[in-house]
């Protein structure tokens, strides 16, 4: 709506420090976001040109107001009159944005390395947990992936990663629509940040 665009327009001027663009350290303000395991990956993922729904890879260095725009409809909440059609569309942008966040090599595929580097980041707040153990869970649920997305492999069959295809079976049945989402800090909160 018009009046959800006016508040993230105050909400930009706010990171941006009434600058034209936003740039990566400007994310530090955002008290919620400091203490994120996944913190990189998050902010790294607003200036990742596959979520700007731009034809080529790679990052850019700053993102002005559209930009951000583009970013935060990923995270709008279903509206109530959407058809399956728009539904399935809708499901679909908000998990390749998070395909996105995991595939960090741009290749198309979430590697067993990159996913041992999720699990591991979002792990580190854990002081009981070791490296090893971390690496052990998301090889686990690597196999466990790959039996969903390939089925009984051989045993000279290699699985070379999840694919955009896997990763929508991966998640089918999984609520996406309500529990991806964002909540922004009051306007006062932020304010005080600087």
Not at 116 to 142: Q, W, Y
Not at 168 to 175: A, F, N
Request: hydrophobic share 35%.
């Amino acid at each position: 709506t018009s009046e959800q665009i006016e508040h993230l327009h105050r909400r930009f001027k706010q990171l941006s420090r009434d600058q034209l663009t936003i740039r990566k350290e400007n994310f530090d303000s955002i008290p919620d976001l400091e203490f994120n395991p996944i913190r990189g990956k998050i902010v790294h993922a607003f200036f990742d040109k596959r979520n700007l729904r731009q034809e080529s890879d790679g990052l850019v260095d700053e993102i002005n107001f559209e930009d951000f725009l583009t970013i935060m409809s990923y995270f709008r909440p279903i509206e109530m009159n959407m058809d399956e059609e728009q539904l399935d569309r809708f499901r679909k942008e908000k998990l390749k944005f998070l395909f996105h966040m995991y595939d960090s090599d741009h290749d198309g595929k979430i590697t067993l390395q990159e996913y041992r580097n999720v699990v591991e980041e979002l792990l580190s707040g854990n002081p009981h947990l070791e490296k090893d153990s971390a690496r052990s869970i998301a090889d686990g649920a690597m196999m466990e992936a790959a039996s969903i997305c390939v089925g009984q492999m051989g045993p000279d069959q290699v699985y070379e990663g999840i694919t955009f295809e896997d990763f929508l079976k991966m998640w089918q049945g999984i609520d996406i629509e309500t529990k991806m989402h964002v909540r922004f800090l009051n306007m006062e909160t932020i304010a005080h940040c600087y």
